[in-house]
């Protein structure tokens, strides 16, 4: 898989540390903060679209499709807190990982049970991870040694290990590994509906980052160049036999393609300050306001750069229509459904889509495993309540024309009850006030953009009472109210 050459120093690879392969010395805990690893996840997730409990799983239940950006956020957020310095940290994410997992279940299309938690799943989204990382480094002209690539295969093992102690059902050698890897691409995959959603959906209609949100035809025109590309990018680097039996073409000169687009980012991983290769670069240049880490004022320029380029897409491109002060309370309950409350984008609302919610919230908070149980119970009562007095047709889900029918006059004891567990959850000392920090926690964007910019009656300095917390929650999930600081929260990609 990689030809066999003595592995120097010149892309910073640290010595490892036997006692801790996954700490800050080891390969994949560089690899994580570094933007070109984002290669390697958009390739990993096609193959694992195509494990048959991984895609009834995404296709049902993931919000990758509707909010990518902020799943970009979260996939960061986690891999890097699996790889902290600090163990603890490590088993915290993991096991709060392992609880969210277990949550995601439910029969496929074909009546068959899948389970997020399924250790043969979890294993296969580990290997793919490894072989896109080998695969990554092959394209970008990289020679890893024997024992190289033996180190970073026991580093993705002690990363599945975190979660399932025992091993996870990954082999144990790296040689009984490929031997596994192929087994799993002939006989395991198949050719899932939600390996084309990604492949058809996510590059040509992902929606606009922050910089851009404002400015949708300025976006459009740019998606509609580098969609095609990045599509073709991600076909050409699949293995062939899984083209082959999905039916993938590779277009002409996308291989040269797909080796410069590997080798370009290797050069500027090589080239650039390591600042500037950062993840955390690339969440600055998606949103101006992005507020950084202290210490990290070497990106101040760049991140100025970026704020005067956004200013001068204001100046150049018309400001979007607005609309009408005079719409009906149906066209709004019906924008609200789409925007807030149908996470996964499949036109209805389910449980699967207030869980999403429930999930990003334990996320953004870190919650322990008492305060995220009793956030799911709360949103799982909700959903309940809504199915009794929304679901007119018994179809188990709910439409955005039944919910728009009742919205006007909806009132629930359950939602309230979400609200008190929320403002407890985020009360973080108890005090029965959400003071300003708690406020910005629960409220910053997937980028950290900090919220009271004057866009709407939200002052980020402002302290909430339970009462006024639970009035506006109310408000907003009744879609009777706007607030950007709760678009950031469940509506914003």
Not at 202 to 225: C, K, N, S
Not at 245 to 273: K, V
Not at 293 to 303: E, I, V
Request: hydrophobic letters at 40%; proline letters at 6%.
């Amino acid at each position: 898989m990689i030809d066999a050459a003595p592995a120097g120093t010149d892309d910073g690879i640290t010595p490892a540390d036997p006692a801790d392969p996954l700490g800050p010395g080891s390969m994949l805990y560089q690899l994580s903060h570094q933007t070109r690893w984002g290669l390697v996840t958009t390739r990993a997730i096609v193959l694992e679209a195509a494990h048959p409990q991984i895609g009834a799983a995404l296709i049902t239940n993931s919000t990758f499709v509707a909010h990518p950006w902020r799943r970009l956020h979260n996939t960061v957020l986690s891999a890097q807190r699996m790889v902290n310095p600090d163990k603890r940290v490590r088993q915290r994410e993991a096991a709060r990982l392992n609880r969210l997992h277990a949550r995601i279940t439910g029969t496929d299309a074909e009546g068959r049970p899948f389970n997020a938690a399924d250790p043969e799943a979890r294993a296969w989204v580990v290997a793919t991870l490894f072989e896109s990382t080998v695969m990554m480094c092959r394209l970008s002209g990289e020679s890893l040694d024997g024992p190289t690539l033996d180190r970073l295969y026991s580093e993705f093992r002690a990363f599945l290990a975190l979660m399932d102690p025992d091993g996870g059902k990954l082999p144990p050698t790296l040689r009984e590994f490929w031997r596994y890897y192929e087994f799993m691409i002939e006989e395991r995959l198949e050719n899932t509906e939600a390996v084309h959603i990604i492949l058809d959906r996510l590059f040509t209609q992902v929606p606009a980052p922050p910089l851009l949100r404002d400015r949708p035809a300025v976006w459009a025109a740019g998606r509609a160049l580098i969609g095609p590309v990045a599509t073709a990018i991600t076909v050409a680097s699949l293995p062939e036999p899984f083209r082959v039996r999905l039916g993938l073409p590779e277009l002409p000169g996308t291989r040269t393609l797909t080796h410069t687009a590997y080798l370009s980012t290797r050069l500027a991983t090589q080239l650039l300050p390591e600042a500037w290769t950062r993840l955390d670069t690339v969440m600055a240049m998606l949103d101006p306001t992005y507020t950084p880490q202290p210490g990290s004022d070497a990106l101040a320029g760049l991140r100025r750069g970026v704020a005067k380029a956004g200013a001068l897409l204001r100046l150049l491109t018309p400001a979007p229509r607005t609309a009408a002060t005079d719409d009906s309370t149906l066209r709004s309950a019906s924008r609200f459904f789409s925007e807030v409350l149908d996470q996964t984008g499949n036109g209805y609302l389910d449980w699967p889509d207030l869980a999403a919610m429930a999930r990003e919230i334990a996320t953004r908070l870190d919650l322990d495993t008492q305060d995220e149980d009793r956030l799911f119970t709360a949103f799982a009562d909700w959903w309940r309540e809504l199915q009794k007095d929304l679901d007119t047709d018994g179809d188990g889900r709910i439409s955005a024309h039944e919910y728009a029918a009742a919205a006007a006059a909806m009132t629930s004891s359950a939602l309230i009850r979400v609200a008190e567990v929320l403002f407890d959850v985020t009360d973080t000392d108890h005090n029965r006030i959400i003071d300003a920090r708690e406020y910005r926690v629960l409220f910053h964007t997937a980028f950290n953009r900090d919220v009271g910019d004057g866009g709407d009656a939200d002052d980020g300095d402002e302290r909430l009472t339970r009462a006024e917390f639970v009035r506006r929650f109310l408000n907003f999930m009744a879609g009777r109210w706007h607030s950007d600081a709760y678009d950031r929260l469940f509506a914003q990609s």
